[in-house]
T-cell receptor
Framework: GAGVSQSPRYKVAKRGQDVALRCDPI?????LFWYQQALGQGPEFLTYFQNEAQLDKSGLPSDRFFAERPEGSVSTLKIQRTQQEDSAVYLC?????????FGEGSRLTVL | GENVEQHPSTLSVQEGDSAVIKCTYSDSASNYFPWYKQELGKRPQLIIDIRSNVGEKKDQRIAVTLNKTAKHFSLHITETQPEDSAVYFCAASWGSSASKIIFGSGTRLSIRP
């Protein structure tokens, strides 16, 4: 497809489990961003990549969060030992510079 | 650190009236200010943006103004319609256009028939 694709759309995890969220950006988009959106809140910046380089990861809330984009295209956000406070929608966006094109998000629920 | 504040958090206006949402940013180096609209259960989508070398930009019923001195920017929607009901987010970007974009906390706009 032509848009940003994220999978899974919904994920339920037991506390302590590891999860991996995938993002397929728009082909050719250099920049890729991850945001966390809690219910009723704005997207909170987590990290962003330019090609395969992770230029800023200052928004990652703890060392349980890890993101990678090894070939400068698909990106994976990994959360280890999930906690209830990790429950949120995780939005991926890609850009050529300027407008962000968002995916539908991955809704994570930690029980 | 970088911060974007947005208000009001909720706004209800009569159909046909105007709506104004205001944001302030912390870093004077900010140079790109987009506005996104998010309908319930959907992804945020860009509706208008402005760069720091421009004071105002208009697109049909939507306009954005920027006051760099005061570090304020605002979204104006005129002749509101039911389909304008959504959550609106302002945002600001520091440095190059490929750098991170920080969002405000959102304004839930409701249009009363």
């Amino acid at each position: 497809g032509a848009g940003v694709s994220q999978s899974p759309r919904y994920k339920v995890a037991k506390r302590g489990q590891d999860v991996a969220l995938r993002c397929d950006p728009i082909s050719g988009h250099v920049s890729l961003f991850w945001y966390q959106q809690a219910l009723g809140q704005g997207p909170e910046f987590l990290t962003y990549f330019q090609n395969e380089a992770q230029l800023d990861k200052s928004g990652l809330p703890s060392d349980r969060f890890f993101a990678e984009r090894p070939e400068g295209s698909v990106s994976t956000l990994k959360i280890q030992r999930t906690q209830q406070e990790d429950s949120a929608v995780y939005l991926c966006a890609s850009s050529l510079g300027g407008e962000l094109f968002f995916g539908e998000g991955s809704r994570l629920t930690v029980l | 650190g970088e911060n974007v504040e947005q208000h009001p958090s909720t706004l209800s206006v009569q159909e046909g009236d105007s709506a104004v949402i205001k944001c302030t940013y912390s870093d004077s180096a900010s140079n790109y200010f987009p506005w996104y609209k998010q309908e319930l259960g959907k992804r945020p989508q860009l509706i208008i943006d402005i760069r720091s070398n421009v004071g105002e930009k208009k697109d049909q019923r939507i306009a954005v103004t920027l006051n760099k001195t005061a570090k304020h920017f605002s979204l104006h929607i005129t002749e509101t319609q039911p389909e304008d009901s959504a959550v609106y987010f302002c945002a600001a970007s520091w440095g190059s256009s490929a750098s991170k974009i920080i969002f405000g906390s959102g304004t839930r706009l409701s249009i009363r028939p």
